[in-house]
């Protein structure tokens, strides 16, 4: 079992729509849960972090963090074809005290 | 505040060779984490540096090294550079000191051929 996993997609929504992205991690002494946005061609990004349980809201961003189902979310509202790009889950694994990512969701937002 | 900056950012080798990345962590950031993306194996975490002293290791043979110095930058070692050694390497900083949060330098794009 990966350490983080995501959905590859292509996830695929259009302009104006909700962008639902979803995470899961294997770690259940994992704290800190980490979003990052990469355009093709360059770094990460950091959008948001979360480190308790419930939503956490920042502009069009919400970040979901569910500890006893080991699931972590990013929804986009009011998508725009700027927010197309791929979208990274990293957790912090407690043990190995280093940050793990999934494979990223690649996200397309149609005009 | 100046974000993390990397040097190179695109190199060509040729195999056999080595080659040596260069990171500058943001001003009053201590810790600087290194990471090999390709496309098909992900972001995948190769050393962090703290203090000048390496905390963790990802799973990668020991052709690839790094330091840091009492600055805080941080040098990446790849020697005897195979074909596969191609990729986006990324430098992270993050405050230390409980703050878990990193961020991302541009990256440097190694080609070996």
């Known amino acids: 079992q990966k350490e983080v996993e995501q959905n590859s997609g292509p996830l695929s929504v259009p302009e104006g729509a909700i962008a639902s992205l979803n995470c899961t991690y294997s770690?259940?002494?994992?704290?800190?849960f980490f979003w990052y946005r990469q355009y093709s061609g360059k770094s990460p990004e950091l959008i948001m972090f979360?480190?308790?349980?419930g939503d956490k809201e920042d502009g069009r961003f919400t970040a979901q963090l569910n500890k006893a189902s080991q699931y972590v979310s990013l929804l986009i509202r009011d998508s725009q074809p700027s927010d197309s790009a791929t979208y990274l889950c990293?957790?912090?694994?407690?043990?190995?005290?280093?940050?793990?990512f999934g494979q990223g969701t690649r996200l397309t937002i149609n005009p | 505040k100046a974000g993390v900056t990397q040097t190179p950012r695109y190199l060509i080798k040729t195999r056999g060779q080595q080659v040596t990345l260069s990171c500058s962590p943001i001003?009053?950031?201590?810790?600087v984490s290194w990471y090999q993306q390709t496309p098909g194996q992900g972001l995948q975490f190769l050393f962090e540096?703290?203090?000048?002293?390496?905390?963790n290791k990802g799973n990668f043979p020991g052709r690839f090294s790094g330091r840091q110095f009492s600055n805080s930058r941080s040098e990446m070692n790849v020697s005897t550079l195979e074909l596969g050694d191609s990729a986006l390497y990324l430098c992270?900083?993050?405050?230390?000191?409980?703050?878990?949060?990193?961020?991302f330098g541009p990256g440097t794009r190694l080609t070996v051929l």
């Open positions: 992270a900083s993050r405050k230390g000191q409980g703050d878990d949060t990193q961020y």
């Open positions: 770690d259940r002494g994992s704290q800190s």
């Open positions: 979360i480190y308790s349980n």
């Open positions: 990293a957790v912090i694994i407690q043990g190995a005290q280093k940050l793990v």
């Open positions: 001003s009053g950031h201590r810790s």
């Open positions: 540096y703290f203090s000048e002293t390496q905390r």
